[in-house]
């Protein structure tokens, strides 16, 4: 198999898109082509449910703010809340995201840190 070699420019001027038709096409002929193909429809999925309202937004969770609020040090807020230290970092410096239960705790912290702390306490 040989390699067909052209610049950028070459290859613009040799793609052949229809506009016309591109623009025409509705989300039910992408989905009957791709259901034909065989292709991952996630995407086609995705657009209608975001268009239909059922796709939520998650607003991230400034995570050094939270602490800040409450006076503590990185280990000291780590240790109250009984979270890892490692992983509050990585939380705070956008490396990794909380979700799940340690979002639900990051945010009754944000609501109420001393509640939190009582029940920790237990």
């Known amino acids: 198999m040989s390699t067909a070699r052209f610049t950028a420019d070459e290859a ?3 793609a ?3 506009r016309k038709i591109l623009k025409a096409t509705t989300e039910a002929e992408i989905a009957r082509q791709a259901k034909e193909d065989g292709t991952d429809t996630a995407a086609v999925g995705f657009r ?3 268009k239909e309202g059922r796709l939520r937004t998650v607003t991230p969770l400034d995570v050094a703010a939270i602490r800040a609020k409450t006076g503590l040090s990185q280990d000291r807020f780590a ?3 009984q979270i890892s ?7 705070e410096q956008g490396r990794r995201v909380p979700e799940g239960p ?6 009754a912290i944000d609501r109420a840190p001393g ?4 029940a920790l306490q237990g």
């Not at 340690?102 to 945010?107: D, N, Q, S, T, Y």
Request: charge should be positive; glycine fraction near 0%.
């Open 12 to 14: 613009r001027r040799r």
């Open 85 to 91: 230290p490692h992983t509050l970092r990585n939380w």
């Open 16 to 18: 052949r898109v229809r």
């Open 79 to 81: 240790r109250a809340f």
């Open 115 to 118: 509640a939190v702390l009582r």
């Open 102 to 107: 340690a979002r639900a705790l990051l945010l």
């Open 48 to 50: 209608h449910a975001l």
